[in-house]
Each structure stands twice: as structure tokens, then as C-alpha cells.
């Protein structure tokens, strides 16, 4: 079955960039999308079709989804940003979800 | 505004049923696949289920084939969960969310969640 492979951590000092990956065997043949998910809070996309972001999503968050792996990537990271992060692809009439990854702003 | 209000969480006893809700507004719910999602306490995301827009086509995760069922009333506005012989490991928050679908660059099909209700928790346990 398909599978998508996150880091369970990653971390960033504030302003400065974060890269969060998501692989999976050819993801780069699917179109993947991320969501944010605060403590407590339902998710919310911020990515979908790879590199666009839903209206309200700020401009430092960028896609990006080639060979194996899609990389979401917030430049100039707030603290707001800090919330787990997932990325999902489509496979064969199911959904399938990344672990997610949790995003420390320190 | 777009939003979705699930209903219908609680304690349930395992082996035992319960009917989630979810009230679509803002939008022609009969115009959108739509989907259940769960996050048991502390774990990622789990997509369960999703239905076409007639309900002509559902799709379940393989650990709720046989046990759940998604339904919908599109002249209610509304999405449903029905969910017999429970077991502990359902226990979970469940989200409703509006699909998006469909090819951009052909062969590459897109699939995501644009929007997502606030989740109710089902509970099972003695």
C-alpha cells in the first residue's frame, strides 16, 4: 500500500526558513497537499496540487513536489506557525496521510 | 460562510453503535465528495471514508470495512457516519471535511480537504 514518510520533528528559529519533507514511492506522479494543524484546532490547508496556496494562506508558505519527495517550506517563520504539519496524497480511491511533523519555532 | 458542524459523539460501550452528523452551510453540499477523517488521542491524521456527490460511490480505510457506513442527504445539507461494533482503537475525534477533486496535469489527479468542520469526539469504552 502506499505510504507517505515524514519527519516526526523539525525545527526553526524565528525569521528563518523551515523545510518540512514528505516522500512516498514516485509521489512526484501524484499531486500532494499539507495542512497546519495548531494544538487543540482542526486542520486547515495551506498547500494542495503541490505549489498553491487556498485564499488566506500567508505567501511564506511555498510547495514544492519532484521525484519522491514534496517539501513545504515557510520562509521568515513566526511563531504562529508552530503546529504539526501533514502532507496527504491521493492512491487508488483512498486517502492516504503523512505522520505528520511537528514544527518547533525556538 | 462555508462551514461544517458535526453532531453525535459521545461514550459508547465497545461492540456498540453510533450515528455522526455533519451539517453542511455556505455552500451546495450536493455539488462535493466528501469525507470522515479521525485522529485518535495524541496520533496523525486517518482519512475513513468519503461519498460521491449522488452517493453512488463510497470508499472506506480497511479497518472500518463492514462496521461503517457513510451516508448523505443532500436535500438536508447533511453527512453521516454510521458506526456499528465498535472497538476501543476507534476512539478518536472525527472530522467532516469538503473534498476537491480531479486531474490538473493529466495523468496527475488531485485530491485534498479544503474544508473542515471543528471534529467531534467519539469515545468507546466500558
Known amino acids: 500500500s502506499f505510504e507517505l514518510t515524514q519527519p516526526p520533528s523539525v525545527s526553526v528559529s524565528p525569521g528563518q526558513t523551515a523545510s518540512i519533507t514528505c516522500s512516498g514511492d514516485?509521489?512526484?506522479?501524484?499531486?500532494a497537499s499539507w495542512y497546519q494543524q495548531k494544538s487543540g484546532q482542526f486542520p486547515v490547508l495551506v498547500i494542495y496540487?503541490?505549489?498553491k496556496r487556498p485564499s488566506g494562506i500567508p505567501e511564506r508558505f511555498s510547495g514544492s513536489n519532484s521525484g519522491t519527495t514534496a517539501t513545504l517550506t515557510i520562509s521568515g517563520t513566526q511563531a504562529m506557525d508552530e503546529a504539526d504539519y501533514y502532507c496527504q496524497a491521493w492512491d487508488s480511491n483512498t486517502v492516504v496521510f503523512g505522520g505528520g511533523t511537528k514544527l518547533t519555532v525556538l | 460562510e462555508v462551514q461544517l458542524v458535526e453532531s453525535g459523539g459521545g461514550l459508547v460501550q465497545p461492540g456498540g453503535s453510533l450515528r455522526l452528523s455533519c451539517a453542511a452551510s455556505?455552500?451546495?453540499?450536493?455539488?462535493?465528495?466528501m469525507s470522515w477523517v479521525r485522529q485518535a488521542p495524541g496520533k496523525g491524521l486517518e482519512w475513513v471514508a468519503n461519498?460521491?456527490?449522488?452517493?453512488?460511490?463510497?470508499y472506506y480505510v480497511d479497518s472500518v470495512k463492514g462496521r461503517f457506513t457513510i451516508s448523505r442527504d443532500n436535500a438536508k445539507n447533511s453527512l453521516y457516519l454510521q458506526m456499528n461494533s465498535l472497538r476501543a482503537e476507534d476512539t478518536a475525534v472525527y472530522y467532516c471535511a469538503r473534498d476537491a477533486r480531479g486531474y490538473g496535469d493529466y495523468p496527475r489527479y488531485y485530491y485534498y480537504m479544503d474544508v473542515w468542520g471543528k471534529g467531534i469526539t467519539v469515545t468507546v469504552s466500558s
Open positions: 461519498i460521491k456527490q449522488d452517493g453512488s460511490e463510497k
Open positions: 496540487q503541490d505549489t
Open positions: 514516485k509521489l512526484g506522479d501524484r499531486y
Open positions: 455556505g455552500f451546495t453540499l450536493s455539488a462535493y465528495w
